[in-house]
């Protein structure tokens, strides 16, 4: 059974930094292209950043693109977001995506991918 349960979100000033964990069980993470989304009741949910399982490509929303860095961490089955130079319209509550479809390429729709975390929620005072 495949589980993510994200961590690190808080209060931070604009300009400030975070760093979100996923922490994932599962069989062959190693093989899965994870992402993060954000998202807040009553909002469209947004792509933020995707890391494939082959060969660590990356992808990043052009609103994080720079300030935002996507990793992972196949032995601790861990993926994480670090966020720098956070800005207000950061805040929003922040998801750890699984794709477990060994497709080639990342995706920026959520609908392709399998499970979610709970959320952890990253708010910005400006």
């Known amino acids: 059974q495949v589980q993510l349960v994200e961590s690190g979100g808080g209060h931070v000033q604009a300009g400030g930094s975070l760093r979100l964990s996923c922490a994932a069980s599962g069989y062959r993470f190693n093989f899965w292209n994870m992402g993060w989304f954000r998202h807040t009741p009553g909002r469209n949910g947004e792509f933020v950043a995707a890391?494939?399982?082959?060969?660590?490509?990356?992808d990043y929303a052009d609103s994080v693109k720079g300030r935002f860095t996507i990793s992972r961490d196949n032995a601790k089955a861990a993926v994480y977001l670090q966020m720098n130079n956070l800005k207000s319209e950061d805040t929003d509550v922040y998801y750890c995506?699984?794709?477990?479809?060994?497709?080639?390429?990342?995706?920026?729709?959520?609908?392709?991918?399998?499970?979610w975390g709970q959320g952890t929620q990253v708010t910005t005072a400006s």
């Open positions: 995506a699984a794709d477990l479809s060994v497709r080639d390429t990342t995706s920026r729709f959520g609908n392709d991918y399998d499970y």
């Open positions: 890391i494939g399982w082959k060969d660590g490509v990356t």
